[in-house]
């Protein structure tokens, strides 16, 4: 079955770093866009960063441009969320997410995907 693993999280201070990573398997990792979704305590999940299935395109939120970068190894089945210059407010649990879909485009509505992982605490102290 399709899971999905994530990894990476931690306690960081605010201006500093974190790589997160998600490993895949069940499914063929290439034929499918991924997304980075996030979720803090009594709000709405929301989008963080999406990549194509083949890695030729990004979207991310507004406010994490410029200071994330979302990227995908498809021979490792893995992608990743590099988070830099971290901010309080940047403080949730991260989800990696499979789309719903076999389709060469990145969506930001939680609904067209079909799959996520358990979840990876991100929290910066200011």
């Known amino acids: 079955q399709v899971q999905l693993v994530e990894s990476g999280g931690g306690v960081v201070q605010a201006g500093g770093s974190l790589r997160l990573s998600c490993t895949a398997s069940g499914f063929t990792f290439s034929s499918y866009s991924m997304g980075w979704f996030r979720q803090a305590p009594g709000t709405e999940r929301e989008f963080v960063a999406g990549?194509?299935?083949?890695?030729?395109?990004?979207e991310y939120l507004d406010s994490v441009k410029g200071r994330f970068t979302i990227s995908r190894d498809n021979a490792k089945k893995s992608l990743y969320l590099q988070t830099n210059s971290l901010i309080p407010d940047d403080t949730a649990v991260y989800y990696c997410?499979?789309?719903?879909?076999?389709?060469?485009?990145?969506?930001?509505?939680?609904?067209?995907?079909?799959?996520w992982g358990q979840g990876t605490q991100v929290t910066v102290s200011s």
């Open positions: 990549i194509r299935s083949d890695g030729g395109t990004t």
């Open positions: 997410a499979k789309t719903a879909f076999s389709i060469a485009a990145i969506f930001r509505t939680p609904k067209t995907y079909g799959a």
